[in-house]
């Protein structure tokens, strides 16, 4: 089946304990994106990556870091995390390539509780 | 810098009864635009797109949008709705080379019996 699969699914943690939200897809897309969703702000692009070893910030990237080391992962890593972050994470993929293939594929979402 | 405004943070409908739901937004260039359904405790679905052609389009689940260039609009719209389609409807607008997807704040819809 094809999917969008995020790990772990919730997670409560503590100020400054460094974590890692994986996240990985067996569609063989080359674009994949990271997005916090908070009330009444809908959904936020953090960052997002066009290929492999290819990321660029999206509109809130502070405090976050990503990397793409190979095509099907794009790990979300919060180094110091803090309360602010908690939030409810998304990453998708997309085909990347021509406008047809513009369409994003959500994972299920990651509740990140930071105390 | 591309935006999406939905005006609309509640919306209440009786069951069977026709919705509309409101979407603006602000891009410099052909908007390339989506509507997605979040249910409770899920992910997003793709209901529709629009990238260039006919500005009515056609989604899953019985939904239509209208593309209004010269109202910056993206209304979505379902002639009789569901309970089962009570969720959060997000409208989003991304750019030309689609790699900044921006959403509007949602609108949650309530049903009626």
């Known amino acids: 089946e094809a999917q969008v699969t995020q790990n772990p699914r919730y997670l409560i943690t503590v100020t400054g304990k460094k974590l890692t939200v994986t996240c990985s897809q067996n569609?063989?897309?080359?674009?994949m994106s990271w997005y916090r969703q908070d009330p009444g702000l809908g959904l936020r692009q953090i960052y997002y990556?066009?290929?492999?070893?290819?990321?660029d910030k999206g509109d809130v990237p502070e405090g976050y870091k990503v990397s793409r080391k190979e095509k099907r992962n794009f790990p979300l890593i919060l180094e110091s995390p803090s309360p602010n972050q908690t939030s409810l994470y998304f990453c998708?993929?997309?085909?990347?390539?021509?406008?047809?293939?513009?369409?994003?594929?959500f994972g299920p979402g990651t509740r990140l509780t930071v105390t | 810098a591309q935006s999406v405004t939905q005006p609309d943070i509640h919306i209440t409908v009786s069951e069977g009864a026709s919705l509309e739901l409101r979407c603006n937004y602000s891009?410099?260039?052909?908007?390339?635009l989506f509507w997605y359904v979040q249910s409770p405790g899920q992910g997003l679905q793709l209901l529709l797109k629009?990238?260039?052609?006919?500005?009515l389009v056609q989604g899953i689940k019985g939904f239509e949008a209208e593309f209004k260039r010269s109202q910056s609009s993206f209304n979505l719209r379902k002639p009789s709705v569901h309970w089962s389609d009570a969720a959060e409807y997000f409208c989003?607008?991304?750019?030309?080379?689609?790699?900044?997807?921006?959403f509007g704040g949602g609108t949650r819809l309530m049903v009626k019996p």
């Open positions: 569609m063989n897309h080359e674009y």
């Open positions: 989003a607008v991304t750019n030309n080379a689609g790699n900044m997807l921006t």
């Open positions: 998708a993929s997309s085909p990347g390539t021509g406008h047809s293939s513009y369409e994003q594929y």
């Open positions: 990556s066009m290929n492999v070893e290819v990321t």
């Open positions: 891009y410099g260039a052909t908007p390339y």
């Open positions: 629009y990238f260039s052609g006919d500005t």
